[in-house]
């Protein structure tokens, strides 16, 4: 970490980050409804307004590392973003349901692609020296699970994980969800 540190400052010894950042990206993935989370998407809104109020785990780590936390709602499912600041980069609410649809349309990839970008120049432009980005969203770890599944190869049932402690039933639906997106990838890249 700390070759990759002199490297980006190009000073070796590396300057002590002075002005850390945490951004936290925060949307609902639509295949929540396929009952692969123990937690309903509404926890998405209520777990933003928590890191809003300074109450998350996020919020307590910062702290400890010296930085502060931002949150942008790119598509947590709700009528009005928790505030202006917190919802000026959103797409939409919730994703597609990826074991049926695209989470995103080609335009809506784009404008979250451009709101990280201009999220992380807007960081940087006030000061940031490191910038770590999270995600907050009930079902992230069926959409990250699912990449990791296309990118490596893997079988869902050896890449899937339990994600916040699901029973084995959601568990094999979540399995499940992420094969029928990888198919349904696939049959799109065929055609």
Same mark, same amino acid.
């Given at each position: 970490l700390s070759v990759w540190v002199a490297s980006c400052q190009r000073r070796c010894p590396p300057r002590q980050f002075s002005r850390p950042r945490v951004v936290v990206f925060a949307g609902d993935h !639509?295949?929540? @409804?396929? !009952?692969?989370?123990?937690?309903?998407?509404?926890?998405? %809104?209520?777990?933003?307004?928590?890191? +809003?109020?300074?109450? %998350? @785990?996020?919020?307590v780590l910062a702290e400890v590392a010296g930085?502060?936390?931002?949150?942008?709602?790119?598509?947590?499912?709700?009528?009005?973003? $928790?505030?202006?600041?917190?919802?000026?980069?959103?797409? #939409?609410?919730?994703?597609?349901?990826?074991? #049926?649809?695209?989470? $995103?349309?080609?335009?809506?990839?784009? &404008?979250?692609?451009?709101? !990280? #970008?201009?999220?992380?120049?807007?960081?940087? +432009?006030?000061? &940031?020296? $490191? *910038?770590?980005?999270?995600?907050? !969203?009930?079902?992230?770890?069926? @959409?990250?699970?699912? *990449?990791? @599944?296309a990118l490596t190869g893997a079988e869902p049932v050896a890449a899937v994980g339990r994600g916040t402690g699901i029973d084995d039933q959601a568990w094999m639906r979540k399995a499940a969800a992420i094969r029928d997106a990888l198919y349904r990838a696939r049959t799109v890249i065929e055609d």
């Open positions: !639509g295949v929540t @409804a396929a !009952g692969v989370s123990a937690f309903p998407a509404a926890v998405t %809104g209520q777990m933003v307004a928590n890191f +809003d109020a300074g109450g %998350g @785990a996020i919020n930085a502060t936390v931002r949150i942008a709602d790119i598509a947590v499912d709700c009528d009005e973003p $928790l505030s202006p600041a917190i919802g000026a980069h959103k797409v #939409r609410r919730s994703s597609g349901d990826i074991s #049926r649809t695209d989470a $995103l349309s080609e335009q809506e990839t784009a &404008a979250a692609i451009a709101a !990280g #970008r201009q999220i992380a120049d807007e960081e940087v +432009d006030s000061g &940031a020296d $490191l *910038l770590i980005a999270g995600d907050m !969203g009930i079902g992230n770890t069926t @959409a990250a699970t699912t *990449l990791i @599944a």
